[in-house]
């Protein structure tokens, strides 16, 4: 079986997050949603929210489950069994970064990073963004599902 993971923060899930994921559950025989938890990290939601958003996201994918992990991604990886890691990039800059994150990774244990090219349309698309731009009162509700933006405006809405 071909075990992948696709790891990240989802704080919150977006449409571009959701993109990557079904693309690569059509490539593997399974799909892992790795979301990091990082205590250290200030974060609008917590894993455990986090989770039941990307759960209900990915409910059309048989073959998509959603873990958290703490630590070191490949730990998680050897862990459960995933031979790779799928990350979106969005532009050149992504791949600098996620280039030296998948030699890293390489060097720690036999896990392959594959590289999937953000669709046009979510290739500006991050949580950061999508947060400030609520934050400040703008539509994001075509950047992220119906049930996210419910969460998001709710919990914004308690933080002002």
């Given at each position: 079986m071909r075990r992948a993971a696709c790891p990240g923060s989802f704080d919150p899930v977006t449409n571009?997050?959701?993109?990557?994921?079904?693309?690569?559950?059509?490539?593997?025989?399974e799909v892992?949603?790795?979301?990091?938890?990082?205590?250290?990290?200030q974060r609008?939601?917590?894993a455990e929210e986090r989770i039941e958003m990307l759960t209900e996201s990915c409910?059309?994918?048989?073959?998509v489950s959603i873990a958290s992990f703490d630590g070191l991604l490949t730990t998680f990886c050897?862990?459960?069994?995933?031979?790779?890691?799928?990350?979106?990039l969005r532009a050149v800059s992504d791949f600098d970064y996620?280039?030296?994150m998948a030699q890293m990774n390489s060097s720690l244990a036999p896990i392959e990073t594959v590289f999937v090219p953000t669709s046009p349309e979510y290739s500006f698309l991050a949580s950061s963004l999508v947060k400030e731009v609520a934050r400040?009162?703008?539509?994001?509700?075509?950047?992220?599902?119906?049930?996210?933006?419910?969460?998001?405006?709710?919990?914004?809405?308690?933080?002002?």
């Open positions: 571009g997050h959701i993109d990557i994921i079904s693309r690569a559950s059509t490539l593997f025989d892992v949603v790795a979301v990091g938890v990082n205590a250290s990290k609008l939601f917590t409910a059309p994918y048989a073959n050897l862990e459960h069994g995933v031979a790779a890691i799928v990350k979106g996620e280039l030296q400040f009162g703008g539509d994001v509700s075509s950047l992220v599902p119906a049930h996210v933006l419910t969460r998001l405006t709710a919990r914004l809405a308690e933080r002002s």
